[in-house]
């Protein structure tokens, strides 16, 4: 039963993920557009966009290799897999013991640097630039996933994530200084990843250029259910749970989704669009929050 | 800018005004034309590449209104893109000039099919008071095959939302056509 | 606004490079008329038109000494075929070699020439980015080069003439009448100016005077799309910078005003409402009341429109030297957002000022068939307009329009380098730029 169970939580997380990544990048798109006075298109807009993009004709631009046709699948692909092994609304689902934290930070670069390959590939220079700015933003984003990794495994003993989320259940009142660094970091890591969006599909079209949106929107959701489960999880059911509570967790992660909406619209609205030497400093400021944490960890072990 | 006028704008809401309705007529002649073309269509989702070929900027004026919050044509789902690769729709203003041709063909040729071509204000439409210059090849026509003319020098941008209206209204009927048979 | 009667000084060749070495003239524009190169020189309240004339291997090049003049000779040596002796650059300008035939204005136009756009030259060590003609969102046909080190633009250099439609051709042999409708589409962002520069030139040329109330409407005219074109340089600004909901109170403002203009004067950006005589109709009635609403709306938010400058500091500045050279004021993109700033609060009350004062009636006086030659000038909101123009017999037998454009596009390049790449929409939002005003 509960291996039925936990397969049957599987495949219901994998659904809500691949519905709620559009969906989220849509409800970006529609509250941005209403803070600025604009009626706005309706959040669902993206899942047309995406039917669009399928009927049309995948054009290459020319002298393009293979990988403009192969690498947006390893993208999509690397970026599927992370947001299968996330856990959503509950844990103890059949992919939990593979869902080390190092794994998935492995798939966020791999799905990056396919990425910055498709953008490279046309060898024109918009391309070129596009993804020199997000392997830079990336390789800063990622040094500062992992140092807050550090300090979370130092905390909890183990990378896995399903283990740190029950340990942060199970001690939910539990704010120690390092944690909130280590939150901090994570936060600004994924406000700077949603407010910068190169341009890295310059050279692709049709159903190539929609596997490259897919990426996107799933990394966004990766990054927020990271979040969720590492400092946040309020309502996240545990192992062998039942019904009633995979509910109040699918409300729980909703509601999480929704608040960070509004979180990143607002600053936004705040900072205007990200300039690059910003986007790098505030990394900065992460990967030094990140070691910030690590720090507090450490000492809070010493300690007697 | 302050938080408190930040805040009045908020509470304001949305400054977009009602729409027009589409265009029926033109989109029955769309409709015909798709039909006729045997084209597929794309659905309540549009993206457009415009191409300025010889316009004084009158009718770029007016296409950013459209943009803009007061007329909001994204709220439609039709967006504005960078490259014809992302393209489905070619918007051209201005009477062709014969410095812009190549880069005209160019930018129809690398879009993806199917594809569609919007020929905005007079200019665009047979060479406007342009017409017989030695420098103006005179209307998109001459080059390329015209789905959708919105007329005026520049037309209002209620006539230009009324005609984008038509070309999705014909994109979103002829899926429903295919789909009842 | 003013227009003058000149009379055109024909000068020797060296006087004609002597007068290009006073550093206190801006060159204003440079064309070509009759076996003459006319040159434009001096400020709006003493224009000085110099004169030289073409011989066989063709006229002193003004560009060695004066940079402003580089533009002007290549376009003249396209349009008409005259070579600037000793000019600096010899690049083609608006003929790409497309058209059916060359030297279009020439007494006998050539055959056409090999198709070849202008090359760029840039160093070696830098990368280069090519941007347009096509460049996506809503943006006139220029083609931009950057010369680039790692993120920042080392030099930019601009490739012009996609937008070239014969316009200097077109007006000729046309009475002034028939000729207005080309000269209200040169640049539609200043449509009211240019159509304005037009009317007085033609007017001053053939000797006759608008009836009052025509002078006045014009001003109401040329002040309202000076709201206009702030407003929108604003939101076009605020955008760039990812301010939106900056951009849509400007553009909001902006959308009034038309729909009032529509009202009052039947066309939203006020296209061919000025013709040469006076004007093509009265102001509706209650159009006055509608704009004067719109323009206390806009006076009431006025202080929350200002631009956040933390993104414009230092960028694209204009030295006092460059600014000399093309008369304008020095400063950086924060200097030049708050200049327009400032200007809108003068402008509404401009446009208040000239709506009381309309008096009379009168709207039109016919063009009498005469012959003469005139200038108009007009400032607009991006700087200033000229037109030139001849009259033989009531018929225009040459022009030259001039507008702001051209200044505006060279000091692009001239401040461009230092910037961030990302930052180029920004700094070319920071000026008033229309590729058809210089393409022609």
């Known amino acids: 039963m509960t291996v039925l169970g936990a397969l049957a939580a599987q495949v219901l997380h994998m659904a809500l993920m691949a519905a709620a990544a559009p969906t989220l990048t849509g409800l970006l798109r529609w509250f941005q557009a209403r803070m600025a006075g604009h009626i706005g298109s309706s959040p669902l807009q993206p899942w047309q966009d995406f039917a669009r993009l399928l009927r049309k004709q995948s054009v290459r631009a020319e002298d393009t290799s293979a990988v403009t046709t192969e690498a947006p699948i390893v993208s999509a692909a690397a970026l599927a897999v992370a947001a299968s092994l996330v856990p959503s609304f509950t844990l103890g689902m059949t992919f939990a013991r593979f869902a080390d934290l190092l794994v998935i930070a492995g798939l966020l670069a791999l799905g990056r640097a396919a990425s910055a390959l498709v953008a490279m590939d046309p060898g024109a220079a918009q391309g070129g630039i596009a993804a020199s700015r997000t392997l830079l933003l990336g390789g800063l984003a990622e040094c500062a996933l992992l140092l807050v990794l550090f300090a979370l495994a130092l905390f909890a003993g183990s990378l896995n994530v399903e283990v740190i989320a029950a340990m942060r259940i199970e001690i939910a009142g539990d704010w120690r200084v390092g944690l909130v660094f280590a939150l901090a970091a994570t936060l600004l890591v994924a406000l700077v990843d949603a407010m910068r969006r190169e341009m890295l599909g310059l050279g692709v079209s049709g159903s190539n250029l929609a596997l490259l949106e897919l990426a996107d929107a799933l990394r966004l959701l990766v990054w927020l259910d990271l979040i969720g489960a590492l400092f946040l999880p309020f309502g996240v059911a545990l192992a062998g749970a039942g ?34 030497a910003a986007a790098a400093r505030t990394l900065g400021v992460a990967l030094l929050l990140g070691m910030l944490a690590v720090m507090f960890v450490l000492a809070d072990m010493s300690a007697p | 800018m302050r938080w408190r006028d930040l805040a009045r704008w908020l509470l304001q809401g949305p400054v977009t005004g009602n729409a027009p309705q589409p265009d029926t007529e033109t989109a029955r002649a769309l409709r015909v034309r798709l039909d006729a073309g045997a084209r597929s269509t794309l659905g309540a989702s549009l993206a457009i590449l415009h191409l300025d070929a010889g316009s004084c900027g009158g009718c770029e004026i007016e296409l950013r209104a459209v943009r803009r919050a007061v007329y909001d044509l994204e709220r439609f789902g039709v967006r504005f893109v960078a490259t014809p690769l992302h393209a489905d729709v070619l918007l051209i203003t201005g009477p062709l000039t014969r410095n812009l041709l190549e880069a005209l063909e160019l930018a129809y040729a ?11 204000g007079d200019c665009a439409v047979d060479g406007g008071v342009f017409k017989g210059s030695y420098a103006v090849a005179g209307g998109v026509g001459t080059t390329l095959p015209v789905d959708l003319q919105i007329a005026g020098c520049p037309p209002a941008p209620d006539r230009i939302l009324a005609g984008l209206r038509a070309l999705l209204e014909a994109n979103a009927r002829s899926r429903l056509k295919i789909s009842s048979r | 606004m003013s227009a003058v ?62 940079p402003a003049a580089v533009w002007f000779e290549r376009l003249v040596c396209d349009l008409w075929g005259h070579v600037p002796v000793g000019g600096i650059d010899a690049r083609s300008w608006v003929d790409h070699g497309t ?126 799309e000076a709201v206009t074109a702030t407003l929108d340089a604003m939101a076009a600004m605020a955008e760039a910078m990812g301010r939106d909901q900056l951009a849509t109170r400007c553009a909001w403002h902006g959308e009034a005003l038309r729909r009032a203009s529509q009202f009052a004067f039947g066309h939203r950006l006020m296209m061919d409402c000025i013709v040469p005589g006076g004007v093509a109709g009265d102001l509706a009635p209650g159009g006055d009341a509608a704009i004067l609403r719109t323009l206390a709306d806009l006076t009431a938010e006025l202080p929350a429109l200002r631009l956040p400058e933390n993104r414009l500091a230092g960028l694209g500045t204009v030295t006092a030297e460059l600014a000399a050279l093309f008369s304008v004021q020095p400063g950086d993109a924060a200097t030049r957002a708050a200049h327009r700033f400032a200007a809108l609060s003068q402008q509404i009350a401009h446009t208040r000022d000239a709506l009381h004062g309309a008096p009379g009636d009168g709207l039109s006086t016919p063009m009498p068939t005469a012959s003469g030659e005139a200038i108009g000038w007009v400032e607009s909101d991006a700087g200033p307009v000229w037109h030139w123009l001849r009259l033989e017999h009531g018929q225009i037998e040459g022009a030259f329009l001039s507008d702001p454009a051209w200044l505006n596009w060279q000091l692009v390049e001239a401040v461009a380098h230092g910037s961030a790449i990302e930052d180029l929409q920004v700094l070319l939002a920071s000026f008033s730029l229309s590729a058809s005003g210089v393409d022609l």
């Open chain 3, 5 to 66: 009667a000149v009379q055109r000084q024909s000068v020797t060749h060296d006087q004609w490079q002597r007068l290009a070495r006073v550093p206190t003239s801006p060159l204003l524009a440079l064309w070509a008329d009759a076996g003459e190169v006319c040159a434009l020189f001096g400020d709006a309240g003493a224009p000085l038109l110099v004169a030289t004339c073409v011989d066989e291997d063709g006229y002193p090049a003004l560009s060695p000494t004066h």
């Open chain 3, 99 to 224: 058209w059916p035939l060359s030297r279009p204005l020439a007494s006998r136009p050539g055959p056409p020439r090999v198709r070849e756009t202008p090359e760029f030259s840039f160093e070696e060590t830098l990368d280069q980015v090519s941007i347009g003609p096509v460049r996506g969102g809503i943006e006139p046909a220029v083609h931009l080069r950057l010369g680039v080190a790692g993120e920042t633009i080392a030099r930019l250099q601009l490739r012009l003439g996609y937008t070239h439609k014969g316009t200097l051709a077109l007006v000729r042999g046309k009475s002034p009448r028939a000729a207005a409708r080309f000269a209200a589409r040169v640049s539609a962002a200043a449509t009211v100016a240019h159509s304005l520069a037009f009317a007085q030139a033609a007017e001053a040329a053939s000797g006759c005077e608008p009836p009052q109330r025509a002078q006045a409407l014009r001003e109401v005219m040329l002040q309202i």
């Open chain 1, 243 to 276: 019904l009633g509570e995979w509910a109040i967790g699918i409300f729980a992660w909703l509601l999480r989704l929704l608040v960070f909406v509004v979180v990143l619209v607002l600053s936004q609205t705040i900072v205007g669009s990200l300039g690059l």
């Open chain 2, 110 to 120: 690398a879009m993806p099919e199917p594809k569609f071509v919007v020929a905005l």
